[in-house]
């Protein structure tokens, strides 16, 4: 610490001596709670029929990445000044002027999900469905994360559908895909027949225009993969594709991309992180192939893909992900906006993170302009 600190001055030698005392008792610290982490995983995960084998690798690297995190903190004075008030929000405040309702599944929903609303006393919004982040393997519909993020877009006047999906590695490839779009494909065949869905959705939700998918990270991924498969339907049956527009925020794409060395130790994604994504998230070594996983190997290319909105930051390793799918997508004639921002890895999923009011003012702009959505008043 005091070697990567050493354009501080500490003061005494007793000074730095019982502060690298404290530090170190820190770090025992942070030993014994990775320890029972660890413990309670391996025992949660085998109970989920995981191996050891599986549970015990995955809890060492996120050790590993915590302590790549706290010295990539420490050694970077323009990280640290990038994230002053990062952490600040561990919760969502509540909007006003949003109404949230808990579906649960059923014989006609296919899966639990979170519906975010306009509270208004009638009309009917573009809706969005959102798949949330979370490295494939943690996450979900009910998490701040995603409340945070639909109440924001439900208070600028979408309905915003966020569903639960299956995780690795309990259920890896292609099982999250699988329930991503059996969501689409429901809301699709709802749109002919409104009645067919739950009351909140019937009153406030207009299917008739399609819908627009936005995913951060792997649900980025996932966002770019189900608004492919709704192509590849629409061709196959000479029709109209229910996608409009897909909004892919900071997305990965597992083995797309050479990760870039300058960002090894990142914010959030240090390289050892994402190089063992593929490890928990694929069944099989070839799934790195499918187009499922990363729509840019699809052997028909991108041509036809709804216009799409790419949200990227400086600071993580997954621009270059987000980068190569705009400029595959600008190639095959696909209407293609980037926005990048200053920024480290999921800062829209943190209220005081560097650029996250401008970000989302433009994305719900860019949304307004292309929906021609009404907006909430304030």
Known sequence: V??????????????????????????????????????????????????????????????????????????????????????????????????????????????????????????????????????????????????????????????????????????????????????LRWLQNAAADTETLP??????????????????????????????????????????PFVVQQVVIYPVFPGCCQFPQHLSNAFILPEPIVSTLPDFYFGDPQDGHDPRVNPMLNPDGLAGMPPAYVITGEFDPLNVDGTAYAQQLREAGVDTTVAHYPTVHAFMSFADAPAHEDAYGNLTAYLHKRLQTKRVSS
């Open 2 to 183: 005091w070697r990567l600190n050493a354009n501080r001055s500490f003061g005494s030698v007793e000074t730095v001596e019982m502060r690298c005392c404290c530090a170190w008792g820190l770090f025992g610290a942070l030993l014994a709670v990775a320890a029972f982490v660890a413990v309670a995983y391996v025992e949660r995960e085998s109970a989920h029929g995981v191996p050891a084998g599986v549970a015990i690798p995955w809890s060492i690297k996120m050790f590993d990445f915590k302590i790549r995190l706290l010295i990539g903190y420490i050694g970077n004075p323009t990280l640290r000044q990038a994230l002053r008030h990062y952490g600040n929000s561990s919760t969502a405040p509540g909007t006003p002027g949003v109404s949230i309702v808990d579906i649960p599944a059923s014989g006609t929903v296919p899966t639990p999900m979170r519906v975010f609303t306009p509270a208004l006393p009638s009309g009917s919004f573009p809706v969005i469905v959102y798949y949330h982040g979370g490295g494939f393997t943690m996450g979900g519909a009910f998490s701040v994360h995603t409340k945070l993020l639909g109440e924001k877009m439900a208070a600028a006047g979408f309905v915003v559908i966020a569903p639960e999906y299956r995780l690795a590695p309990t259920f890896r490839f292609p099982a999250g895909v699988n329930d991503c779009d059996a969501v």
């Open 199 to 240: 009351q909140v959705l019937r009153e406030a939700a207009d299917l008739s225009q399609g819908v627009t998918l936005l995913g951060d990270s792997a649900g980025g991924n996932f966002a770019a993969v189900a608004s492919l498969l709704d192509r590849n339907r629409a061709r196959d049956n000479s029709a109209k």
